[in-house]
């Protein structure tokens, strides 16, 4: 079972966290991804994030500055979100996989089982 918390609205510029919580498994053997959707436009994969974080993997539109982690010990994920501009207006989804690796697959929708409700963020002046 997959839930996100946080997300609200924000001012360009401004920060939020997302918050995902995963419950049932043992997280470490999970990849965490983080999705997209705005208003009439596709499923965007915005980040993934194997159990060693070595190799967390970012969408260009969010690079440097979107930031994935994760508590396996708390069975938690965090998308740190900073700079925000209007164009990341969208419902925001955490997804999580049972392998050890994001792969070629991170971005899409097809990579992951389990899925959480969606939360919206929405940046606007």
């Known amino acids: 079972h997959v839930v996100e918390l946080g997300g609200g609205s924000v001012h360009p510029g401004g920060s939020l966290r997302l918050s995902c919580a995963v419950s049932?498994?043992?997280?470490?053997?999970?990849?965490i991804g983080w999705f997209r959707q705005a208003p009439g436009k596709e499923l965007e994969g915005v980040s993934c994030i194997p159990s060693s974080v070595d190799s967390t993997r970012y969408a260009d539109s969010v690079k440097g500055r979107f930031t994935s982690s994760r508590d396996n010990a708390k069975n938690m994920a965090y998308l740190q979100m900073d700079s925000l501009k209007p164009a990341d207006t969208a419902v925001y989804y955490c997804?999580?996989?049972?392998?050890?690796?994001?792969?070629?697959?991170?971005?899409?929708?097809?990579?992951?089982?389990?899925w959480g409700q969606g939360t919206q963020v929405t940046v606007s002046s």
């Open positions: 997804a999580a996989d049972p392998r050890l690796h994001c792969g070629t697959i991170w971005n899409l929708k097809t990579g992951f089982a389990s």
């Open positions: 049932g498994v043992t997280l470490d053997y999970y990849i």
